[in-house]
Every structure is written in C-alpha cells, then in structure tokens.
C-alpha cells in the first residue's frame, strides 16, 4: 500500500501539473486579447490620422468659401460690418 506521503506528493503533483495547463490556457487568451487590441488600435490610429487631414481640408479657407457660397451665402455689406 502506497504511504500517506507518496499519495500527498502525487496529489501534489497532480494539482501543479493542472496550474501549470490552466496558467498556459490563460497565457494564450490574454496573448491573443493584447493582439487583438493592438489590431484595434492601429486601425483607430490610421482612423484619427484620416480625420486629422479630413478636418484640415475642411478648414481649409478656399473650401470654407465654396461651403459657404453653395450655402447661399455671401459677403457681409460694408454696412454689416462692426469695427471695434
């Protein structure tokens, strides 16, 4: 019959080699989480640089005047003008 101590370290054994898959399965999830993110963001990254040269263009002053002319708009009468 096996003694107390030999089942108490197999046990043990046991219970370090279930850790020891459980800690590589959570290693891989979180690995493949972090890339994931790394993905989203370089995609939101490429993202903010397209509206940064979006918005740029778009304030722009030619492309402010043609705005405002295809708005009906026009320029103010010296009249509507208020000098400080």
Do not use: F, H
């Amino acid at each position: 019959m096996l003694s107390r101590y030999t089942v108490m370290v197999v046990a043990g054994i046991g219970l370090l080699s279930v850790g020891e898959v459980w800690v590589s399965y959570v290693r891989l999830d979180t690995e493949q989480v972090v890339s994931q993110l790394q993905k989203e963001k370089n995609i939101l990254a490429q993202d903010v640089q397209s509206l940064k040269l979006e918005l740029a263009s778009m304030l722009r002053p030619d492309t402010l005047r043609r705005l405002a002319r295809d708005m009906g708009m026009s320029a103010p009468s010296a009249m509507q003008v208020v000098k400080p």
